[in-house]
């Protein structure tokens, strides 16, 4: 909610402000004092007001203290240990985790979170404060293209080896509960890491891809510093993706081109237009193999999987020009890059032509990853948003007095919650099928919520963020709160590995792969969730709301099945949605439905499936999705445009 700054002016008091000089045309650069009526002043806020102050304090009438040096007295929120204040995290791996994996995880978390208020937060903030920097040349004119980052930046990749930020999904301590403990640790971690959790997703679906490939010899190497715990041998990888023409759709923008050497490597040659972590260890890159005449396949069945090195030996860049840095809007803490591929030395780690079936695993991974982002900066923003309501004074009372702003809060907390089971639903699953638990239909859901998680949670990061920095008024405005990184940061999360209408496809891709086994599974999934809440009277409206929602989901697929592929294309982010919000509301009634739950996790169940659970639905019915519409379409956008005569 907006909180006035400003008192009420008297026109004569204003005259003679501005004839002193003292009245500023710019709100923002005049930061005032709540009203001291209603208030306790701590020791010292109120002390040595000038005498021309107390002056001007007469004459305006104003229940309004400054100082000389126009500080703006309100408390700073402050949270404390990040996993002791996250009651649903905890409340969750008490109801999932064996006895004996919870003792151990539950101790390994509380001393994580210590670290992170102490030492690792501190080191964020510097991060962002000393984004990279480029030095092409140096003094004496000799192309160097170094790309120096901070020391905490530095000190971040030794912490990340140390806490085991990436060994714990590979060394399976705790079995199939592995990845989920080191889900758990990388969001408490991502808020915290000054942008490292992004070269973390990429060492992590490097490591995962190599992995798959069963750890051939040549990898072996590699596999283990991606995976150690020992600061001095950890690497980071980078993931080297997209060219020149851009987007997802690699099949038809890559042109890196791979021509093989005498002793079985490849040189590449090409230009890498976004290559985040640039300043990683290794990296895995797409490219055509060229044949003897020098001749390259098109389309993704030309397409091959490569790892190298991006320095030698020697420490020199392996075959590398950096162009320049990329200007982003946020996550300017990680160096993100431009590069020329001039004969970069690599190997050929899928089979030839198998790149995209390759990066499946490593996509998979890094959407996973995506979503951790996700509900972390939800979840940040929420702690600091509730601290500060039991600080800020306005209009007589503490924010958290006012129930308007109460009820704004509840409802991105109920968001958040729904996200957060979401998350823990699919590391579960992906725990099992990494220690060979899954069943068929495990593989399947898991195969179908990843895109669902990654395309939904990331739209709710930045709506919640944004919501939340205007809970703090003029000062979720103010940069060196730090709420604006969080803000800038979050919003990257709708497009990177995937636009949400690029992921909406992909989970028609994975339904018609699966030739509707996927939609069979979830809905049976769904049903024996909510089977578990039948003996509890105060989730009965959500369970009935529910039901409702997954037979107009179902009676959707019948009708849309009769109308052809354009139907489902134009439909495709309705329905990613509502599968969203069906299974999200079903992981919020089983949780909600467990022995010893609490009133919040019911009424947090109830208040999601107060909203829209199959927003397919209603706009089918609405014919959102006929042909007439789509031209339509196209003519709204399109009115008025030079466009619009060659086009409609």
């Avoid at 099949?251 to 005498?262: C, D, H, I, L, S």
């Avoid at 409802?411 to 099992?432: H, K, P």
């Avoid at 003996?535 to 107009?552: C, F, H, N």
Wanted: charged residues 25%; contains cysteine; glycine residues 8%.
């Amino acid at each position: 909610m907006f909180t006035c700054l400003l008192p009420w002016w008297r026109s004569s008091a204003t005259c003679k402000l501005w004839q002193s000089g003292r009245f500023l045309p710019s709100v923002w650069e005049r930061r005032q004092l709540p009203s001291r009526k209603g208030i306790n002043m701590t020791a010292g806020q109120g002390q040595q007001v000038s005498t021309q102050e107390k002056q001007v304090l007469e004459d305006l009438e104003m229940p309004l203290a400054r100082r000389e040096t126009e500080t703006l007295f309100q408390e700073q929120p402050q949270t404390g240990n990040e996993y002791l204040e996250d009651a649903l995290l905890r409340s969750y791996l008490k109801t999932h985790l064996p006895p004996k994996v919870l003792e151990e995880v539950n101790q390994d978390l509380e001393r994580f979170g210590n670290r992170l208020l102490t030492k690792i937060k501190p080191l964020g903030w510097e991060c962002e404060l000393n984004p990279p920097v480029f030095r092409q040349y140096d003094a004496w004119g000799q192309r160097v293209d170094h790309i120096a980052t901070c020391s905490a930046w530095r000190r971040m990749k030794e912490i990340a080896a140390e806490e085991g930020l990436i060994a714990e999904a590979y060394e399976r301590r705790y079995s199939n509960w592995s990845r989920l403990h080191q889900a758990v640790k990388l969001y408490l971690f991502s808020s915290s890491s000054g942008g490292f959790n992004c070269p973390l997703a990429m060492t992590d679906g490097a490591a995962k891809v190599i992995e798959s490939l069963g750890i051939p010899g040549s990898l072996k190497n590699a596999f283990d510093h991606l995976t150690s715990r020992d600061p001095k041998k950890f690497w980071t990888s980078g993931q080297w993706m997209t060219e020149r023409r851009g987007g997802s759709d690699v099949a038809n923008g890559t042109e890196t081109v791979a021509r093989k050497q005498p002793d079985g490597t490849y040189r590449l040659y090409g230009f890498k237009w976004f290559t985040s972590a640039a300043d990683s260890d290794v990296t895995l890159t797409l490219a055509r193999v060229a044949d003897a005449e020098g001749q390259v396949k098109q389309g993704s069945s030309g397409l091959s999987l490569f790892f190298l090195k991006v320095r030698d030996e020697e420490g020199k860049l392996n075959g590398i020009q950096v162009q320049r840095l990329k200007d982003k809007l946020g996550t300017r803490q990680m160096a993100t890059a431009e590069l020329w591929l001039d004969g970069a030395k690599a190997e050929l780690i899928s089979a030839e032509g198998r790149g995209v079936a390759s990066i499946s695993n490593m996509l998979n991974i890094t959407r996973i990853h995506n979503v951790i982002g996700a509900v972390a900066s939800m979840r940040r923003m929420i702690s600091l948003s509730r601290e500060y309501a039991r600080r800020r004074v306005a209009f007589g009372k503490l924010l958290k007095d006012h129930p308007l702003h109460m009820q704004t809060i509840a409802r991105m907390e109920v968001q958040t919650r729904g996200a957060f089971l979401l998350l823990m639903e699919i590391v579960r699953l992906l725990g099992l099928v990494e220690t060979n638990m899954a069943n068929e239909q495990d593989q399947l859901l898991l195969r179908l919520l990843i895109p669902v998680a990654k395309l939904y949670t990331g739209k709710q990061a930045s709506a919640v963020v944004i919501e939340a920095m205007e809970s703090f008024g003029g000062q979720g405005y103010m940069e060196d709160t730090g709420l604006p990184v969080i803000v800038r940061d979050a919003l990257v999360l709708s497009i990177w590995e995937g636009t949400t209408n690029i992921l909406s496809l992909d989970v028609l891709r994975s339904l018609t792969k699966s030739q509707g086994q996927a939609m069979a599974v979830f809905f049976s999934t769904v049903q024996r969730k909510l089977e578990l809440a039948s003996s509890t009277a105060k989730l009965e409206p959500a369970v009935k709301q529910m039901r409702d929602a997954i037979g107009s989901l179902a009676q959707f697929t019948q009708a849309a099945g009769s109308k052809g592929a354009v139907t489902m294309e134009l439909a495709a982010r309705d329905f990613s949605y509502t599968l969203a919000r069906i299974y999200a509301g079903a992981l919020l009634i089983e949780h909600a439905a467990r022995p010893g739950a609490s009133s919040t996790d019911i009424s947090a169940a109830r208040r999601w499936c107060n909203q829209e659970l199959c927003p397919v639905a209603t706009e089918l019915g609405n014919s959102s999705y006929e042909a007439e519409e789509a031209l339509m379409d196209s003519a709204l956008v399109y009115e008025g445009s030079p466009a619009c005569g060659s086009r409609l």
